[in-house]
């Protein structure tokens, strides 16, 4: 029940010298990352996470997502980049991408707070008008542009609806422990709070309460979600690359990456892997894109995206690889029925299940991209359980880390998402002394537009 790697539509890429020269680093940067000695190692606690949280924490996440559950139709979660992303791949993954429209007994689970568009967060607030509503706000730092404007927004709906005191019962915050903005105001209004350890980053934090609770009041099993990552945990110490599929995902896109292959693209033949895609985006963006390097990763969904960026793979600028997830088990059955008639001269396909037809397309897909000269990297996953999640989200994170180290930077830091943000408070006037020299440069700027 291991994730693995299968290197065969990759290996005719690599030279065995190419190969063996990356192996002692990747297997450096593994033990760099188990000893906490390299750049960024006040940011390691996604490592032991699966093992090392707050029992008691974690016991009342359970306890407030079934007061939750009982409480509301609807529950927004609030939250941009790694405080939102995860949960939303967690959800699609481990239940579906139609999650909301599907029967079931747990709460409507809506996204808020990761965009600046008034149309889309006058529409969650029109779709919530009629229905019970419960929130939870998740920001690290707690002055995120985007989330704060919209849990103000959102606050105001809940204290028209319910009155301020029934409102505050309804809203759950995720935050860092003492400090910040949202820190103070949960503690002024009553708010229950979870914590983002300080030595987690946003898009390493969703098996923190980041993940868990919303999660939690989805009905996912949260047990199993810890087990898969605990599980990969330890399977991943193996500091050999031969025994660890972590490090070898690691060598193979340095490789590449040296080889001038600067885009690495996920693909996945399955839609609700699209948010899975963009956690991994942001995960490997902000880790790796730094100091004028790294990877630019990008997502397809095929066999969809076959019918538009297909033709780009197939034939154009022989600059990227593709790393496909291959999930092996699907959840559920469908096949072609047989048509008598066969006016649609399908029958060849009859009885045939729709996953084997999606793996067909892959074979087909994988000897084709091979051929039209671009490497192939695939990622074995067994099926779509929490437990595999789990897995997966350690997977991606160590081998990120160490592929991080492997290039040579600091894969927990993110100064260029930091500097957007200085920039907008300083365009939208917040009072800060700190930001008066960047508000006058940044005027004077906008008046040459
Ligand atoms: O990975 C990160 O640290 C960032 O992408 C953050 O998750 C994102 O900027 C949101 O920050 P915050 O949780 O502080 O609102």
Request: with cysteine; aromatic share 10%.
């Given at each position: 029940m291991s994730i693995k790697i299968n290197n065969k539509y990759i290996k005719q890429f690599v030279s065995d010298e190419e190969y063996n020269a990356i192996v002692p680093e990747v297997e450096a940067a593994l033990e760099t990352v188990k000893k906490g000695t390299g750049a960024g190692s006040d940011f390691l606690g996604w490592y032991t996470r699966p093992v090392d949280y707050d029992k008691e924490e974690y016991a009342r996440i359970k306890i407030a997502a079934k007061k939750i559950q009982g409480m509301c139709e609807a529950f927004i979660v609030i939250g941009i980049g790694g405080s939102y992303l995860g949960t939303r791949a967690a959800l699609d993954f481990i239940?579906?991408?139609?999650?909301?429209?599907?029967?079931?007994?747990?709460?409507?689970?809506?996204?808020?707070?990761?965009?600046?568009?008034?149309?889309?967060?006058?529409?969650?607030?029109?779709?919530?008008?009629?229905?019970?509503?419960?929130?939870?706000?998740?920001?690290?730092?707690?002055?995120?542009?985007?989330?704060?404007?919209?849990?103000?927004?959102?606050?105001?709906?809940?204290?028209?609806?319910?009155?301020?005191?029934?409102?505050?019962?309804?809203?759950?915050?995720?935050?860092?422990?003492?400090?910040?903005?949202?820190?103070?105001?949960?503690?002024?209004?009553?708010?229950?709070?979870?914590?983002?350890?300080?030595?987690?980053?946003?898009?390493?934090?969703?098996?923190?309460?980041?993940?868990?609770?919303?999660l939690a009041v989805a009905g996912v099993n949260t047990d199993s979600l810890l087990e898969g990552a605990e599980d990969a945990m330890n399977e991943y110490k193996a500091a050999s690359v031969k025994d660890n599929p972590c490090l070898q995902y690691a060598a193979y896109r340095n490789i590449m990456y040296r080889k001038g292959k600067v885009t690495e693209m996920l693909v996945v033949y399955e839609p609700f892997f699209r948010m899975f895609c963009e956690w991994w985006k942001q995960l490997f963006g902000e880790s790796e894109g730094k100091d004028g390097k790294g990877l630019l990763p990008a997502s397809v969904i095929?066999?969809?995206?076959?019918?538009?960026l297909g033709q780009y793979i197939q034939e154009?600028?022989?600059?990227?690889?593709?790393?496909?997830?291959?999930?092996?088990?699907?959840?559920?059955?469908?096949?072609?029925?047989?048509?008598?008639?066969?006016?649609?001269?399908?029958?060849?396909?009859?009885?045939?299940?729709?996953n084997r037809i999606n793996h067909r397309a892959m074979n087909a897909t994988l000897f084709a991209h091979v051929d039209g000269d671009v490497p192939n990297i695939v990622v074995e996953v067994p099926n779509r359980s929490e437990y595999s999640f789990g897995?997966?989200?350690?997977?991606?994170?160590?081998?990120?880390?160490v592929s991080g180290y492997t290039l040579g930077v600091n894969p927990f830091n993110q100064p260029g998402v930091e500097a957007y943000k200085k920039n907008m408070f300083a365009l939208l006037g917040k009072p800060d002394p700190a930001l008066n020299e960047l508000k006058k440069s940044l005027a004077e700027r906008m008046s040459q537009d």
């Open positions: 239940k579906s991408n139609h999650y909301n429209n599907l029967p079931k007994d747990t709460p409507d689970i809506y996204f808020a707070g990761y965009s600046l568009s008034s149309s889309h967060l006058a529409d969650i607030l029109a779709v919530c008008e009629t229905k019970d509503v419960c929130i939870n706000v998740v920001s690290k730092s707690g002055t995120t542009t985007e989330p704060a404007v919209a849990f103000r927004v959102i606050r105001e709906f809940l204290e028209d609806k319910y009155g301020k005191e029934e409102a505050a019962k309804r809203i759950f915050v995720t935050t860092d422990k003492s400090r910040g903005k949202l820190k103070e105001l949960s503690d002024r209004n009553g708010y229950e709070t979870f914590v983002i350890p300080d030595n987690i980053g946003g898009r390493y934090s969703v098996l923190t309460a980041v993940g868990l609770l919303p095929f066999s969809t995206d076959l019918h538009s154009g600028l022989r600059n990227m690889f593709e790393t496909v997830v291959d999930i092996k088990e699907s959840k559920h059955t469908i096949t072609v029925p047989d048509d008598p008639e066969n006016a649609d001269s399908l029958n060849y396909l009859s009885g045939m299940s729709f897995q997966l989200v350690y997977f991606f994170e160590l081998s990120c880390a």
